[in-house]
T-cell receptor
Framework: DAGVTQSPTHLIKTRGQQVTLRCSPK?????VSWYQQALGQGPQFIFQ???????QRGNFPDRFSGHQFPNYSSELNVNALLLGDSALYLC??????????FGPGTRLTVT | AQSVTQLDSQVPVFEEAPVELRCNYS??????LFWYVQYPNQGLQLLLK??????LVKGINGFEAEFNKSQTSFHLRKPSVHISDTAEYFC????????????FGTGTQLKVEL
């Protein structure tokens, strides 16, 4: 049983560019959450998707947007990248339970 | 809103010694509590969770935690650590009910030395 997978593993972008990160949830899971983990910090909640709708959102600007597909996979899009967007982006999935399973993350570096 | 405070950013300990990683939380409503571990260049793995019931919770890898409502604490303990326990440990809270967002502390780096 595959766990949560994320792609790509690493990514380098330039300020002002746009980026798309992808997540496939654990088999049987229908809810996907995204977190941003800056260096030396704990993960910060970005948003959560369920039934292809954004269900909860953290304190992130509109430059951060997402999407969930009918197969429950999800994308995180970030526009107009800033140096401060450099971080590890974690995806977590769950299904009507209390445990969120995390993927290995995508390391985004903005130069 | 909920918040989590992990008072110790780093905890050095010798192998086979006991360890306690401290976590305090703030919330005006009932919460669920979690401890996650993160090994270098990896995602987060759930160690244990408190939802309700017994305040002493046992998790994987010999870890346990005790929920103390009056002190709003959820400290993580292990009676004897191993080199392989070296990692970053995060305490987190969520509102009760399934699938709610997690609010994390800033983490505690546990370094086990020989």
């Amino acid at each position: 049983d595959a766990g949560v997978t994320q792609s790509p593993t690493h990514l380098i972008k330039t300020r002002g560019q746009q980026v798309t990160l992808r997540c496939s949830p654990k088999s049987g899971h229908d809810t996907v959450s995204w977190y941003q983990q800056a260096l030396g910090q704990g993960p910060q909640f970005i948003f959560q998707y369920y039934e292809e709708e954004e269900r909860q959102r953290g304190n992130f600007p509109d430059r951060f947007s997402g999407h969930q597909f009918p197969n429950y996979s999800s994308e995180l899009n970030v526009n107009a990248l800033l140096l401060g967007d450099s971080a590890l982006y974690l995806c977590a999935s769950t299904r009507i339970s209390y445990e969120q399973y995390f993927g290995p993350g995508t390391r985004l570096t903005v130069t | 809103a909920q918040s989590v405070t992990q008072l110790d950013s780093q905890v050095p300990v010798f192998e086979e010694a006991p360890v306690e990683l401290r976590c305090n939380y703030s919330s005006s409503v009932s919460v669920y509590l979690f401890w996650y571990v993160q090994y270098p260049n990896q995602g987060l793995q759930l160690l244990l969770k408190y939802l309700s019931g017994s305040t002493l919770v046992k998790g994987i890898n010999g870890f346990e935690a005790e929920f103390n409502k009056s002190q709003t604490s959820f400290h993580l303990r292990k009676p004897s650590v191993h080199i392989s326990d070296t990692a970053e440990y995060f305490c987190a809270v969520s509102l009760t009910g399934g699938g709610n967002k997690l609010t994390f502390g800033t983490g505690t780096q546990l370094k086990v030395e020989l």
